[in-house]
């Protein structure tokens, strides 16, 4: 049995999802840009979701968002469920799409953090050897959109969907920085330069140790039939928070285990016939089972 997840509403999370044997079936082309995109959308348009910076690589993506109603888990699994289904369609596969892997949902414990991860998110091409700059990788890549305030518009994939359907027709997607991050001026100029720094660092860190970007040409000629060539790593960490500060870090960790007590508790009386409050951030027996949730004290 898999520990119980506590969901808050008003979360920053980086969500990370590999596809089945880190096989490219991700791999970027017009199509599989617009599906991507439009599961995306329409997934954060169903669950009120507010969609900060998406990359999608030829075998994963990095999407970070802010979950303000908390509704994190249910936006994940319509997405990444929509996506597999429309993407097998168009690959003409039926076998598992995603990892068997449980998928990372990485709460940001403090705000400060999230820029960070906004940089990881958007280098992460860049980081891979993949391109020299974020704007030239072909697949998936944010950014851009996210700096210039372009909002999205991605018409319905005929591979998968049906024109008779209940699916609509268009999606539009508009990235953000929620206000909780701060002034949005300054978060894009601070991530405009963070990255600029960063593609720097990494072209000096390739030439320093010999290594050549595939490129973008070399990218768009591999098949979806790929593999890395670098072995998978096993056993790592699965982190549940992220935190620069070791203290917050700690904090957020304290008050998951007092959660789990407080749940635990709550679920041996329930389970006996009575009618306990669980804690706040109780997610699955409330959506499942309707049990009792205690109200989130700020």
Known sequence: MTLPRQVIPGSFYKI????????????????TNEIFLYCLAEAAQRFDIEVMLPTALSNHHHTDIFDRYGNVIPFVEHFHRLLAKSMNAYLGRSENFWSSEQVSIVRIEDPADVIDKLVY????????????????????????????????????PSCFFSASGSMPETVTLSLVIPPELGDSDAVRRELRERVAAGEQRLAAERTQAGRRVLGRRG???????????????????????????????????????????AYRQARRAWLEGEAPHFPAGTYWLQRFAGVTVAPLVQ
């Open 16 to 31: 990370t999802r590999r596809c089945t044997q880190r096989q490219c079936l991700l791999h970027p082309n017009p199509v």
């Open 121 to 156: 998110t958007a280098l992460n091409p860049v980081a891979a050897d993949l391109v020299e700059r974020v704007a030239d990788w072909p697949g998936v890549s944010g950014l851009e959109d996210l700096l210039a305030q372009r909002t999205i518009t991605v018409k319905r």
């Open 219 to 261: 990218i768009l000629k591999r098949s979806w039939r790929d593999f890395p060539a670098t072995e998978a790593p096993r056993r790592g960490l699965r982190p549940r928070f992220a935190a620069r500060s070791r203290a917050v870090l700690e904090a957020a960790l304290q008050r998951y285990h007092e959660f789990l007590c």
